[in-house]
C-alpha cells in the first residue's frame, strides 16, 4: 500500500524512489498530480485536444521508458516532467502528420479554440502570462512553447538578432519579477506557479547559450 506523503518536495521523492524501483505506482501518481499540468502545457503547444492526449499518453510512456535518466541533483522532478511533455509536444507539432491533420480538422479547431482556451485557462496559466509585457509574451509563446530557435524568432518577427536577444533578457527578468511576485501573494495560482518554474528555468539555460 502507498503512503501519499504531504508537501511537493516529499511527493516527488516519493514519486521518485517509485521509478526508480520501476513500479508502476509512480506513473499513477505523476498521472494524479501532474496531468492538468502537464496537458495545459501540450494543449497550449498543439491546439488540438485529440493531438494533446495522445501527446500526454506519449509523455508518460516516455517518462516510464526514460526514468533511470531523471536526477534529482539536476533539479526537480516536475520540472524533468514538462521538459518531456514540452519536447513531445513540439516535435508532434512539427510533425508532418500533424499538418495534415491541422489542415483537415482547421473548421473544428476554430469551433473549439475556445473551449480549448477554457482548458488552459483553468490551471491560471494564460492570467499569469497575461501579466507580461505583449512582446515579451510572444518570445514565450515561440521559444518555450513552439520550440523556435533564436534565429527562426529573428526570421520570424523580422527583428535583427540582436533586438530578439536584448527582448530575451528583458522576458527572463520580467518573468521572475511575476513569479517571485505571485509566489508571495496570498492569492497566487499554485498549479500556474508550478508551470511558470519551469518555464524561468528554461529561460536562464537559454540566455546564457544567447550571450555567445
Known amino acids: 500500500m502507498i503512503v501519499y506523503l504531504s508537501g511537493p518536495m516529499q511527493r516527488e521523492k516519493e514519486i521518485t ?3 526508480a524501483r520501476k513500479d508502476q505506482a509512480a506513473i499513477a501518481m505523476i498521472y494524479d498530480y ?7 502545457t501540450i494543449l497550449r503547444i498543439v491546439q488540438s485536444e485529440a493531438v494533446a492526449e495522445d501527446v500526454l499518453q506519449d509523455t508518460l510512456l516516455k517518462v516510464w521508458r526514460y526514468a533511470d ?3 534529482s541533483r539536476q533539479g526537480r ?17 512539427r510533425s508532418k502528420s500533424y499538418r495534415q491533420q491541422s489542415e483537415n480538422q482547421s473548421l473544428e479547431f476554430a469551433v473549439n479554440h475556445e473551449a480549448q482556451q477554457k482548458n488552459t485557462d483553468s490551471i491560471g496559466l494564460n492570467e499569469l502570462l497575461g501579466k507580461l ?10 521559444a518555450y512553447f513552439k520550440g523556435y530557435t533564436q534565429a527562426e524568432i529573428s526570421e520570424f518577427l523580422e527583428l535583427p538578432l540582436g533586438t530578439v536577444k536584448t527582448r530575451m533578457r528583458s522576458a ?3 518573468l521572475r519579477v511575476m513569479f517571485e511576485d505571485s509566489e ?10 508550478l508551470l511558470v518554474f ?4 528554461y529561460w536562464e539555460r537559454e540566455t546564457q547559450k544567447w550571450k555567445e
Open 69 to 71: 535518466r531523471y536526477d
Open 17 to 19: 524512489d517509485l521509478l
Open 184 to 193: 508571495v501573494s496570498s492569492g497566487g495560482n499554485q498549479a500556474a506557479l
Open 133 to 142: 509585457d505583449e512582446k515579451h509574451k510572444e518570445l514565450i509563446e515561440l
Open 34 to 40: 501532474y496531468a492538468a499540468a502537464l496537458y495545459g
Open 172 to 174: 527572463l527578468q520580467a
Open 198 to 201: 519551469p518555464i524561468v528555468a
Open 77 to 93: 522532478l516536475f520540472t524533468w516532467l514538462i521538459n518531456i511533455a514540452r519536447n513531445t509536444a513540439i516535435d508532434a507539432y
